[in-house]
């Protein structure tokens, strides 16, 4: 019997010998493990909002940050969007600027698709 057989289960009799129990603690981590990505949301409403951001990127996090308290000409908003854009390249992240008030920023190893999925 194939493997495709195997999963799509074409033919054969299937006994309990044919499936393993497993025992949730111990054979998998807890999510709160070393090593897992989070996922942060935030608001920006000044410059002393980006320093979390940028701390939680380095730690190895994505951030979604919510920067629609700044108007698309401030030049504030544009330091800011600037100063994650230069955390991302530096932990060789990715950033995108979703509309006029969301930011992503991921971390290390992580990019954003700029096409839309169906």
């Known amino acids: ?15 309990t010998e044919d499936y393993a129990t497993l025992d949730l603690e111990e ?8 090593g897992t990505m989070s996922v942060h949301f935030a608001e920006i409403g000044g410059q002393q909002d980006v320093i979390a951001i940028k701390d939680a990127v380095y730690d190895g996090d994505l951030v ?14 544009d330091r800011i969007v600037e100063e994650l854009r230069q955390v991302a390249d530096e932990v060789d992240g990715d950033i995108v600027k979703k509309g006029d008030d969301q930011i992503v920023v991921t971390p290390t190893g992580v990019g954003i698709a700029r096409e839309k999925l169906n």
């Open 1 to 15: 019997m194939g493997i495709m057989s195997k999963i799509l289960g074409g033919g054969g009799d299937r006994s």
């Open 27 to 34: 054979d998998f981590e807890s999510p709160g493990a070393a």
């Open 64 to 77: 979604v940050a919510d920067i629609t308290r700044h108007s698309t000409t401030d030049t504030a908003s």
